[in-house]
């Protein structure tokens, strides 16, 4: 069964975005990104929270301008998570309603691991539903105070074990986490 890996840049106390939503604090590391690129080669499937898919929707380049090939993730099945949403751009699957029946169906085809690639409300329902196989946080050398927590509202202890650490000389700790399976 394909494994369900979410991680994101985090701050020290473990926020994915300051107080007005920035992301500037988030340290772009040589190291770090050559190592990530060779994780997506792994990835062939992305899921996404709404929230994350209309940001990353309002960022992207008008059709004209972007070539198929300047798309890292162009191989990837997407995967829009959303009860509110009616429709999704050309390229995205909208998955609405039980969300656990459908996560599981897509987990068990053929084909490489998936990733979260946003949202932190999307990433706590699939940790209280057990579908998280693995965490991968990236903490960035500060402490924000106030902002968007990853972790909201789990129901639950969850146990983990560790399974990689890096550190990088710009002072980012990547740590990597495989839940343990219940017995």
Do not use: C
Not at 26 to 33: A, K, Y
């Amino acid at each position: 069964m394909r494994k369900l890996i979410a991680g994101f840049a985090n701050s020290i106390d473990v926020l994915i975005e300051g107080p007005n939503g920035e992301y500037d604090w988030i340290i772009l590391d040589n190291e770090q990104f050559s190592e990530l690129a060779k994780f997506w080669k792994k990835i062939d499937a992305m899921f996404y929270g709404r929230k994350t898919y209309e940001a990353s929707m309002a960022k992207q380049p008008s059709s004209k301008t972007k070539k198929k090939s300047e798309n890292p993730f162009a191989h990837m099945k997407h995967y829009v998570f959303s009860n509110t949403l009616t429709e999704v751009q050309d390229g995205f699957t909208l998955v609405r309603g039980d969300i656990k029946t459908e996560v599981e169906k897509i987990k068990s085809q053929e084909g490489m691991d998936i990733a979260v690639f946003g949202g932190g409300e999307l990433v706590s329902s699939l940790i209280n539903l057990d579908l998280i196989d693995e965490l991968q946080l990236v903490f960035m050398p500060v402490l924000l105070g106030k902002g968007k927590p990853f972790f909201r509202d789990i129901k639950e202890r969850k146990n983990f074990k560790l399974k990689e650490v890096k550190s990088y000389q710009t002072g980012i700790l990547s740590v990597t986490y495989e839940l343990e399976k219940s017995k």
